[in-house]
């Protein structure tokens, strides 16, 4: 719309104007906050998400909610794909007041946040990869500097033409005054809208946003798609949903295990205070043996226990190697099928896990946390390859025997 905007301002003012009527859009006089997912790939933005989230509703800010990044094979630059392509905007309005980016800049923008008046938010200076655009006497966020940073905000033609640092304040909302502090430092009336180089929020996300989970809730697209999946290919009866994360950027993640405590998404198994236990490697990467172990001991498990919801079929998401030979050669024998999609789609993979009777997820990957997360929303039962650890899994039987 940039060349009506262009040739016909008149115009295209009072279609702004109209359309947000329509849209019954009101501008939020407490204010707005943006930023870009310009960290990791779902999982990471997911729990990005929630964190931002919970600072807006600390901040009693609107949400704007941001597309997700994604990046495609051979493209340079990262895609933006609309926020409720994968959820639902009206479940989080439960929680709290948000609204699609798309909507923000068609309708309000204009009004609320002038071309003039863009300001990008950033702890502390961030220094461009280009030497020449660093100036000692003028620090800069370089909010669209590289990729994703660029062609996030391009596609919503969004130029910054000023810094503001705002360190030392952070986004913990949850134990302390800081709220208070971004208000006071901040106000709605001068600052309408916070535009963040990155997610206002921690990774992995904070234990206290962890329950947010519940709010967002898959389109009707893949809500339907999981679901006629589940009827169409897989058998009827009950089924378990495993994650595999066994590509070489992960293989090489697993290196880091050695020299950390905690890595990724391992809290959600560990504890925040690694009150569960420390890293192993195991928990990050497993052999083939273990995991066939590990989903036997499940199925007969379940099998034991709940006798009338038999488990007949194994669905596999993974974002390298489904093992579905090694998996189907172990498990025909007690009657089990094991299945994937057709096609990659990490999105469908998702939805499926999160309605799976069982699931088994990577400890350390914060794309299999969504799923524990979404689960725990609906109190279905999850667990983790190689959690605990085998030999205090031994330890334990052996006090129950004894
Ligand atoms: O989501 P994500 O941050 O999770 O990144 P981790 C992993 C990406 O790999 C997903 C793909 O967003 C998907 O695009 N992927 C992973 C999958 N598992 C599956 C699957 O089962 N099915 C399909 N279709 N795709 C960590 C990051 O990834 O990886 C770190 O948190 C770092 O920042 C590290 O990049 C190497 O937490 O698993």
Redesign the pocket.
Known sequence: MQWLKLKFPFIYLICTVTAAAWANLERDPNGYLTYCPC???????ADHFLGSLAFAKGLNRTLILPPWVEYRKGEMRSRQVPFNTYFDVEPLKDYHRVILMSDFMWHLADDIWPESERVSFCYMERKSLQQEKNNPDQPNCHAKDGNPFGPFWDTYNIDFVKSEFYGPLHFDVHHSSMATKWQSKYPADSWPVLAFTGAPASFPVQLENRELQKHMQWSAKYRDAARDFIRKVLPRGAFVGI???N?I??V??CEHVKDSQHL??SPQCLGYKNERGSLYPELCMQTKESIVRQLKRTIKNVRQTQPNNEIKSVFV???ANHMIGELNAALSRMGISVHR?PE???YL?LAILGQSNHFIG?C???????VKRERDSHGFPSYFWSFPKEKDRQQSKAHEEL
């Open positions: 960290m990791g790939r779902f999982g990471n933005q994650h595999l994360r590509g950027d992960w090489r993640a990724f998404a998401a993974s974002d999609l990659d789609d990490p993979d990577n350390i990957s914060s794309y299999s946390a969504f």
